[in-house]
């Protein structure tokens, strides 16, 4: 009797550390108990919302424009998504003639009491603008100057950013463009959802990165990546001869930690391990001979998570590099966009997936990590 009860006692007690078990590795089926997403929905004040507006170089006057249509303009968006203090970019095919365009907020109760004149001098090139922002790190780091690029014709961009009053909420705002002989566009109506910071509670916790897949390539953290794009040049050599090299450039994972809090915050330290040339000891010798250089780079930032959309974004507003040996840091004021991705989520597992369009190709990357 007592052998059947000290055997019941086992298959029960094993029973609960497997119920435990599952319970552990079960998401949060009330991600956002707090409500987080749920204040993107809130319908925010146009002129309170037009009052923490940023556009460099914009001029802000009272009333509103008047279109009379003799030029043509259209956007093939109605929707888009912005962050706190980070704001939105407004893209666009500019027409023939385009010396500047006209932005006003509106609501269900009419257009704000003053819009914004933005010549083409406040305007940027869509080119341009990434060139400017593209710099070290992991995420922002991945993909080249054209796959930052919507790929859809736009060539113009217009900066937004917002004052630290503009919170989580949604607005709509018209846009006209003029030419230098007065001409208005008649207005597009393009809706904002300014996100939320944090807004699923899963994914708060520590996460280690595996493997990162590139085109269907799979690199495991650890293991040397070489195919980047070569460099072809001339080595001059201490002997006095001219030798044609073929550079190659290669680089190792070593490490990436990002850790997401409640708070809507994150960080995240990616190390790696990159192969470069070592010039001197190459012309010496007349051969390529390559060196390891160890660099390190933290990004601190806030998160936010999309739910209609499973997209997780990382707005970054610090970070520290160490490259060459040379430590430096940073504050973005407005903030830097440097992630935004499509997520699979478990209760252990995270897998982020970006996608980009450059003149009908697209580029699929993926990062697969571990909950530490």
């Not at 997403?37 to 507006?53: H, I, R, T």
């Not at 209760?347 to 190709?361: H, P, S, Y």
């Amino acid at each position: 009797m007592k052998k059947v009860n000290v055997f019941l006692m086992g298959c029960l007690a094993i029973a609960a550390l497997s119920c435990s078990k599952d319970d552990e590795n079960k998401l949060d089926s009330n991600p956002d108990p707090d409500g987080v997403n749920k204040k993107e929905e809130v319908l925010l004040d146009v002129n309170a919302v037009s009052s923490g507006v940023i556009i460099e170089g914009a001029t802000k006057k009272q009333g509103s424009p008047v279109p009379n249509g003799d030029i043509e303009f259209s956007l093939d968006y109605e929707k888009q998504t912005a962050f706190q203090t980070n704001g939105f970019d407004i893209q666009f095919k500019a027409p023939q003639g385009f010396a500047g365009a006209y932005v006003q907020l509106k609501d269900e109760n009419g257009m704000a009491d003053s819009y914004f004149d933005i010549p083409v001098g406040a305007t940027s090139g869509v080119y341009d603008k990434v060139a400017k922002t593209t710099k070290r790190g992991f995420f922002a780091n991945k993909k080249s100057t054209k796959n930052n690029i919507t790929g859809k014709g736009e060539d113009t961009s217009i900066d937004v950013n917002f004052e630290a009053e503009v919170t989580a909420g949604t607005f709509c705002y018209v846009i006209c463009v003029y030419d230098g002989q007065g001409n208005i566009s008649e207005p597009e109506e393009v809706c904002v959802t300014v996100e939320s910071w944090g807004g699923n509670t899963n994914l708060v916790a520590d996460w280690n990165m595996t493997k990162e897949i590139e085109d269907g390539k799979t690199y495991n953290v650890g293991e040397e990546n070489c195919d980047n794009d070569t460099y072809e040049t001339t080595l001059d050599c201490a002997s006095g001869e001219n030798k044609e090299i073929t550079i190659e450039y290669c680089y190792t994972t070593d490490s990436l930690v990002i850790t997401f809090n409640s708070d809507g915050s994150y960080s995240y330290t990616y190390e790696d391990t990159s192969r470069n040339l070592d010039w001197d000891a190459s012309r010496e010798s007349c051969e390529l001979v390559y060196k390891d250089e160890n660099d390190a780079y933290t990004s601190k930032g806030n998160w936010a998570y999309n739910e209609e959309e499973s997209k997780l974004t990382l707005v970054e507003f610090e970070y520290t590099e160490t490259y060459n040996g040379e430590i430096e840091s940073g504050v973005e004021e407005d903030g830097y966009l440097i992630l935004d991705g499509k997520i699979t989520l478990s209760a252990d597992k995270l897998v982020v997936i970006e996608t980009d369009t450059f003149e009908g190709e697209e580029e699929v990357y993926e990062y697969h990590f571990n909950k530490k």
